[in-house]
């Protein structure tokens, strides 16, 4: 069984709440769909509250990290439901039998089906036919597996590595509720990130927004820069988390991180991250879900590697780190380090690698250098038109991001350029005629042929390659689909 594509394309497990089924693996396996290129780390928790042990991985990705422990989710996880469970009768033979054959397999069913047998085999069907899509190229594909959407577009900070500050027309929207949930209820996503270019928990109805989605048994993600995890939107928060919960911090220490979150205040910033981290080690938290922090690295934070080790060793109840580095186009160029200064800080790695007292955080600056190796690469400025044309990415065959007016784009890269697919009515109705339309089919089409001549698409380092030649193997499994003029 690929499960290489179950990694990529499947990874989107429902979150119904029967809380012990599947604690490590539906965490882990949710990661992935969310994921682009990152670095990550996880710190892998051994029970509530408990010590963290550092494993996996350095991958390259864009935006959000990745980690995933499938081995390690085998030995808590098993495909359905719990063996004193009533329901356990069919789902409990299939469990049995699919442990029997790999459990690592039966790890990763119970992510993607919530313990249902029937969402399973549901979320199978809408794969394949997405699956079959993507391989053919067909400018039409299923409705989008994966939603991002921006819930609000008002954000009290003013960082200076986030695209926000040169877009213009910001902090004025927020989506209604009645429009959120018309929104999803069209298009049924199985995965659902509430970002864009906000902050998120400034939108005073995101707790009723993630319940409506849980009790749809779609999964959910909030990035948040932390300032209103405060007071009752905490408990609420805390009692509602959703799936994955992204703690921001680009600067471990007050200087570097009020340098860049200008507006922010670190001490009050930390203290809530500290406050809710407490809250899920103690077990206040919804179970099964997922903390994790994250880091922009760039020239105001380079040489924060030991602060902030010491910062996120501190946070009892945080999963994982990300890493990524603000890239071009994105950030003000002034905020990208020069190779000099990113040589500087490997020497000062390489050193601080051989004397880390532990693993853990030998693997921590080990992420550090990684990631921050790609400014010395910069593959992307490199690569010729041909090469780039080549590189295909199947985000808009399986994927959208909608912001806080209503706009529907390819993606978040792409916000307030040219590649605008359409605006959604007011009461939110309207993604289907959108995603069918001309101007996404044109879109889809011009990625195959011509994507170096995509204003945006041509920088982004997102590359399906791998991916498109597992589903070559697959296409005994996969529906024909035409690709369509
Ligand atoms: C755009 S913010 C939105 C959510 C929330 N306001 C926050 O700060 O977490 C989501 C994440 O994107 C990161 N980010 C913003 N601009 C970036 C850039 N140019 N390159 C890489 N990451 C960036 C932020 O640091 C943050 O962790
Ligand atoms: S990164 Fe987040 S907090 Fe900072 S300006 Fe952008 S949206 Fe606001
Ligand atoms: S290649 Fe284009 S559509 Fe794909 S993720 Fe990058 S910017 Fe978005």
């Known amino acids: 069984m690929p499960l290489s594509i179950l990694q990529k394309w499947l990874a989107v497990a429902s979150s119904r709440p029967h809380a012990d089924t599947h604690p490590y693996l539906a965490r882990a396996v ?156 069209d298009i049924e996503p ?34 948040t820069n932390g300032t209103y995890i405060r007071n009752d939107k905490r408990d609420e928060l805390a009692a509602e988390l959703p799936d994955i919960l992204q703690l921001s911090i680009d600067g471990a220490t007050k200087e570097s991180f ?77 905020e990208i380090p020069d190779k000099h200064e990113v040589l500087a800080l490997h020497r000062e790695l390489g050193e601080a690698i051989t004397v880390a007292e532990s693993d853990d955080e030998k693997s921590f600056y080990k992420l550090w250098r990684s990631v921050s190796g790609e400014w010395l690469t910069d593959k992307i400025r490199a690569c010729s038109d041909a090469s780039i044309d080549q590189a295909r990415c199947s985000i808009p065959w399986f994927s959208s991001y909608i912001d806080a007016k209503r706009r529907v784009y390819p993606c978040c890269y792409l916000t307030r350029t040219e590649h605008v697919m359409g605006t959604l009515r007011t009461d939110g109705s309207g993604f289907a005629e959108i995603w069918a339309g001309p101007r996404y089919r044109a879109f889809r089409s011009n990625h195959l042929s011509a994507r170096s001549k995509l204003s945006g698409c041509r920088k982004c380092p997102r590359n399906d390659v791998s991916m498109l030649s597992t589903l070559a193997k697959l296409h005994w499994f996969l529906p024909r689909a035409k690709p369509s003029g």
């Open 30 to 185: 949710g990661h992935t769909l969310a994921n682009g290129l990152t670095g990550a780390i996880a710190l892998r928790r051994e029970g509530l509250p408990g010590r963290h042990q550092t494993s996996v991985s350095s991958r390259r990705a864009a935006f959000e990290m990745r980690h995933l422990n499938l081995v390690e989710a085998t030995s808590r996880a098993a495909f359905g439901l719990t063996a004193d469970n009533a329901r356990s009768t069919l789902e409990g033979r299939l469990n049995t039998a699919v442990r029997y054959i790999s459990p690592t397999l039966s790890a990763v069913l119970v992510a993607f089906s919530g313990g249902s047998v029937w969402t399973l085999a549901a979320r199978l069907l809408r794969l394949r036919k997405t699956a079959g899509a993507i391989r053919a190229g067909n400018l039409t594909p299923p409705a989008p597996l994966k939603l991002q959407i921006e819930t609000t577009d008002v954000c009290n900070l003013q960082c200076v590595h986030c695209r926000r500050e040169k877009l213009e027309d910001m902090n004025t929207t927020t989506l209604g509720l009645s429009v959120f949930e018309r929104i999803i209820s």
């Open 258 to 334: 009020e340098a860049i979150r200008k507006r922010g205040n670190f001490d009050a910033i930390v203290e809530n991250y500290r406050k809710i981290c407490a809250m899920r080690a103690s077990g206040q938290t919804r179970p099964n879900t997922t903390i994790r922090v994250a880091c922009a690295l760039q020239r105001r934070n380079l040489f924060d590697y030991r602060a902030m080790y010491a910062l996120v060793r501190s946070l009892d109840g945080v999963d994982s780190f990300g890493l990524v580095p603000v890239s071009h186009g994105a950030a003000q160029a002034a």
């Open 190 to 223: 199985l995965y659902v990130n509430l970002a864009g270019f906000g902050e998120p928990l400034i939108d005073r109805e995101i707790v009723q927004k993630l319940i409506f989605l849980r009790n749809k048994g779609i999964r959910s993600s909030v990035p």
